[in-house]
């Protein structure tokens, strides 16, 4: 079977292609000449999922799955969720989005906050989704060099160092993605029919 992975990074397609049986063949979205920018228009982590999933499978005719992430903090009602890509703007910074949530953050005390991926798969038109999720603690300020997005202001719970502070290796064992790419892992590997 073949499965398209709705990115155009061929590094996260190898990862995943490395993870699951050789009897499926992970593709981007270059192999199948999809260029255009695809529609996240949904309120939530898991539509756009499922839209960006469906959106593949019915223009192009391929089994994909695709997937979307998002950073909630309960006291801002889980914000910047969807918005985590342009919480600051268009353009789309991530150092103009962790200086926003700081801001907004400024002398609160409930700093609890959690990463969720969700990852959605469409086989034959059949939906099913995967999540991970990440509970941690907004920081007062960045802390840490490392990873990318908003890492150097997320604190993951039981441990003394922030996402930035963490080599990859040691944030990809634990991440939001990490747990939903696994569950996906060990749902692909128990297909009947690859
Ligand atoms: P995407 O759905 O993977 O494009 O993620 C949406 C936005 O969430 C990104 O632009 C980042 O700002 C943020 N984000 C996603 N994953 C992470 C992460 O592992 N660490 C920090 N920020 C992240």
């Given at each position: 079977m073949k499965l398209v992975f709705a990115t155009a990074n061929q590094n996260k397609a190898n990862e995943i292609q490395s993870l699951i049986p050789p009897s499926i063949e992970v593709l981007t979205l270059n192999d199948i000449h999809c260029s255009e920018e695809i529609p996240e228009t949904q309120a939530n982590i898991e539509g756009n999922a499922s839209q960006k999933a469906f959106y593949v499978y019915n223009k192009y005719q391929h089994n994909c799955f695709a997937d979307d992430t998002g950073l909630e903090v309960d006291a801002l009602?889980?914000?910047?969720?969807?918005?985590?890509?342009?919480?600051?703007?268009?353009?789309?910074s991530a150092e103009d989005n962790m200086s926003k949530i700081l801001l907004e953050m400024k002398g609160i005390s409930n700093r609890k906050a959690r990463f969720k991926t969700i990852i959605s798969l469409v086989i034959n038109g059949e939906e099913k989704q995967f999540e991970g999720v990440v509970s941690g603690v907004i920081l007062s300020q960045r802390q840490g060099e490392k990873g990318f997005g908003y890492d150097p202001i997320f604190l993951p719970d039981g441990f003394t160092m922030s996402f930035a502070e963490m080599d990859s290796s040691q944030k990809n064992k634990i991440s939001h993605r990490a747990i939903a790419v696994n569950k996906l892992v060990e749902y692909l590997k128990n297909l009947p029919e690859k």
């Open positions: 009602d889980g914000r910047p969720g969807v918005f985590s890509a342009r919480y600051a703007g268009e353009s789309k």
